[in-house]
């Protein structure tokens, strides 16, 4: 049984739809992902489930219990719908200490002493901060502060956990650090978790499943290698990963099959979208699924060496053929000059442009 379903929910700000039907589930011990650009509703559709938003239709339920339904006239208010909400800025009371940051959840409740005790100091300690018991927010790194908030989270024993960019405000290398840790934390506990993110690295890293929104609309959902591997528009290919765009017309389409047509060559690939004989379209495809080839052949194009950059692991490699620039990933250096490209078929994404 699904731990949190969100069925057809739409909220409208005036005249301005902001969420336009969005329907999903969260299994048990699942953690989901909205991705999405900035304004495309993955925020509020969070703070609809919290209840710090009213949506005017649509249902909202966990385990069963209707927390919103728009036709019924059912709204439970934030603190009737029991979660876990762990927000972008941490939301820390800097005047209590770590213990009475995550003990403040429970007093609300009317949790007796010895219990609060008890359950704080698993908390922490279940995250690793249980030494930092004394401190107060500002003696703590941005790291720390993070753990503290979902620790405050976690103490009641929510049903479900809602992360809006839990790790935004943490540097790039204590990201990395924070989302294994994360990750591991929440299937060790069991939890069902709902996490905003923009970034889709930090999305397939964390989710069971990706949602991605794109105003106000479910573009797709699925699993991090579906959403990754198999994009179902132009919008969800180059969302979720950095890619080549080579503009062209769609020829010879058919089911499973499509090639495109850019200047004088032809590329074989697949369909990405409606995509009809034709039709203005560009071809896709992944930085690190095109490959250097010893000469000419099927899919393959001549195209100059302009740039090169060095990226530690890997060089960032860029080709130019007119004015159509191509990026790869290349494990060392090559030679400047003119030199064969391939963009193998099953890789190479014909979709329509618009």
């Keep these: ?56 239709a649509g249902r909202i339920a966990i385990a069963g219990k209707t927390l919103f339904d728009g036709a019924k006239d059912i709204n439970l208010p934030p603190e009737e719908r029991g979660l876990g909400l762990v927000f ?86 204590l990201r990395e650090e924070a989302r294994v840790w994360l990750r591991q934390l929440i299937s060790e506990l069991g939890l069902s978790a709902l996490c905003v993110t923009h970034d889709q690295v930090e999305a397939m890293a964390l989710a069971d499943r990706i949602l991605l929104l794109n105003g106000g609309v479910v573009e797709q959902q699925g699993t991090p290698e579906e959403m990754y591997g198999s994009p179902a528009t132009l919008f969800a290919a180059e969302f979720m990963g950095a890619n080549n765009r080579l503009p062209g017309k769609a020829v010879s389409v058919a089911p499973g099959a499509a090639s495109l047509l850019f200047g004088d060559e032809r590329l074989e690939g697949v369909p990405c979208g409606p995509v009809a004989e034709g039709d203005d379209a560009y071809g896709v495809i992944r930085l690190e699924r095109v490959r250097v080839a010893d000469g000419p052949g099927p899919n393959r194009i001549r195209m100059t060496l302009t740039a090169e950059m060095y990226l530690g692991e890997r060089y960032e490699l860029l080709f130019r053929k007119g004015d159509v620039t191509v990026r790869i990933f290349s494990g060392a250096r090559i030679a400047g000059g003119d030199h064969w490209l391939e963009f193998p078929r099953e890789s190479f994404w014909v979709c329509p442009r618009s």
Excluded at 22 to 49: D, F, H
């Design 1 to 56: 049984m699904a731990d949190l379903v969100i069925e057809n929910v739409k909220l409208s700000y005036g005249d301005v739809d902001i969420l336009k039907g969005v329907s999903l589930s969260v299994e048990k011990g699942q953690i989901v992902a909205l991705l999405g650009p900035s304004g495309s509703g993955k925020t509020t559709l969070l703070r609809c489930v919290a209840g710090l938003e009213q949506p005017y």
């Design 88 to 173: 972008q800025s941490y939301a820390l009371w800097p005047h209590k200490t770590v213990y009475d940051n995550v003990a403040y959840p429970l007093k609300l409740r009317g949790v007796a002493g010895a219990q609060i005790k008890t359950r704080v100091a698993r908390a922490l300690e279940s995250i690793g901060i249980g030494h930092l018991g004394a401190r107060f927010p500002h003696q703590l790194s941005g790291g720390q502060q993070q753990r503290v908030a979902l620790a405050r989270a976690l103490v009641y024993e929510p049903p479900v956990i809602l992360l809006d960019e839990p790790l935004s405000n943490l540097d790039a290398k």
